[in-house]
């Protein structure tokens, strides 16, 4: 399939240009005006709207097993949806059981994921540690493009990661070239805290940001920071949610360390009332970790993407319906934890974010796509509209409107967090691979057709941190 994107406003790259994109063979050959393009070419008027490289989550959980349950939404009904809104990529999470075989958890995700119609990554957990696993994370980095390892410093007696795990493995990603990430909360402070909530008869979805208090999730942010900073290894914070963890990272990134935060289109735009809901189940609906927030924390974020401290947004899109919440109706602690928005998550941002002054286009495209392609490596394949790079892009307009609603998304999940919601600004069409996959309100979601992207090892910053750890060495040695 060959397209031609005529009159649209190229966004890209920190700029805006007025120019033609020609797409064949799943990369974008030219940009320009008048350009030369076969007969049968497709051609869409993009006149009035922003051309712009497809979205990238980096953070989704299709088809997760989790607390007892598998998320409804598998990888082709999660990518369509997320094509529908402008996603041509994510990056979702092999999570091995503690003792489980790395290559073998890797494995059966690959296989789960081959349905997937958009493109998609994996980071692999670290979810326990021997000789296997170390000698694993080289064979998922050096063969199978796996550049970001997960810690879940969370979920005690499941799959939370210790200070041990975390140092070996963080240090295994520095010999590696590969990113360390982790999901920041104290797990024995939220195991502990759970119990005692439940003993004092607090059984309710009320109890769920009870047990996870910011001062947990600024804890374990400051103790990723601070294990990373020994071993002089870059570090990512996955779904940034207070103003205590975001000044974790801002200070040490003012200390010259590389550290990188993630915030969810949820945490900036639901706050912590929904949980005071008096109705199970849509309270229970809004149960993930780490909790919706306090409005002030939704202020801090918002001011944390706008200065840079933030880098990216995701959704940590892992959908359960009611039936599953209800297994908590007695214990909150027992609600499988998860929300969805990989649909929405850039509607939701243009409405919040460019609509009203905070982001410029070219800052939109930062943070929804070319920020995270920066960081996992793939830039400028992914992440921007240039010759060369992946035909993966959507085309934005901006007078577009809809009402968010569980009836009408593409979402599996009965349920949507910005439910009601009047956006403008939408994707009227989406291009993944080359080939058209959403036009006007119509999905083309072909199972399977999306691609495994390979994201190559670190070298450049790696390089660069050991050539500071070796001057650091020789100074020590000279005095
Ligand atoms: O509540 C959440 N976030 N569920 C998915 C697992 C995780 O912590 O990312
Ligand atoms: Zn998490
Ligand atoms: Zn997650």
Redesign the pocket.
């Known amino acids: 399939m060959s397209i031609l994107i005529k009159n649209g406003t190229i966004v890209s790259d920190g700029q805006q240009k007025n120019a033609d994109v020609y797409c064949n063979e799943s990369v974008i050959k030219a940009i320009g005006q008048d350009l030369e393009v076969p007969d049968n070419t497709h051609i869409i008027d993009a006149q009035g709207q922003y051309v712009m490289p497809g979205g990238i989550d980096p953070h989704t959980?299709m088809q997760?097993p989790?607390m007892g349950t598998v998320a409804t939404e598998d990888f082709y009904t999660g990518t369509a949806a997320g094509l529908a809104g402008g996603t041509t990529m994510i990056i979702d999470f092999v999570i091995p059981n503690p003792q489980q075989n790395l290559m073998e958890a890797y494995h059966t995700w690959k296989d789960w994921a081959e349905k997937s119609c958009s493109n998609y990554s994996f980071h692999v957990a670290i979810t326990w540690w021997d000789e296997t696993v170390k000698a694993d994370m080289k064979t998922l980095v050096e063969e199978e493009g796996v550049n970001s390892f997960k810690h879940?410093m969370?979920y005690k007696n499941a799959i939370m990661a210790d200070d041990e795990i975390m140092y070996n493995s963080f240090s295994r990603s520095l010999e590696l070239g590969a990113m360390p990430t982790c999901?920041a909360e104290n797990g024995e402070m939220v195991f502990q805290l759970q119990k005692q909530l439940i003993d004092q008869g607090i059984t309710g979805p009320e109890g769920h940001p009870l047990s996870r208090p910011p001062a947990a999730e600024a804890e374990a942010a400051n103790r990723a920071i601070k294990i990373a900073d020994v071993i002089g290894v870059p570090v990512y914070l996955?779904?940034v949610s207070t103003e205590d963890a975001l000044d974790e990272i801002t200070r040490a990134r003012s200390n010259g360390q590389r550290v990188y935060g993630e915030c969810l289109a949820g945490h900036l735009l639901v706050d912590e009332s929904v949980y005071l809901d008096t109705n199970f189940e849509r309270a229970a609906a809004h149960v993930?970790?780490p909790p919706f927030r306090a409005p002030e924390h939704q202020k801090a974020l918002w001011k944390g993407l706008q200065s840079g401290n933030l880098q990216t947004t995701a959704t940590?899109h892992?959908c359960f319906c009611a039936e599953q919440k209800a297994a908590g109706k007695d214990d909150f602690s027992k609600i499988p934890?998860?929300t969805a928005g990989v649909e929405d998550r850039m509607a939701v941002l243009w409405t919040h974010g460019v609509s009203t002054g905070k982001f410029t286009p070219e800052e939109f495209v930062d943070i929804t796509s070319s920020n995270a392609a920066k960081i996992f490596n793939i830039h400028p394949r992914k992440g921007s509209i240039q010759v060369g790079s992946d035909a993966d892009i959507v085309i934005w307009d901006p007078e577009l409107t809809k009402t968010i609603s569980a009836k009408t998304h593409h979402q599996n999940i009965d349920f949507n967090i910005f439910e009601g919601m009047e956006v403008k600004g939408l994707p009227s069409y989406t291009i993944c691979n080359g080939v058209l996959k959403y036009a006007n309100g119509e999905l083309m979601a072909e199972i399977g057709s999306g691609q495994y992207i390979k994201r190559p090892a670190f070298r450049s910053i790696f390089n660069a941190l050991q050539k500071q750890a070796d001057l650091n060495e020789a100074k020590s040695v000279k005095r």
């Open positions: 959980h997760l989790f879940f969370a999901h996955v779904h993930m970790s940590d892992c934890n998860g």
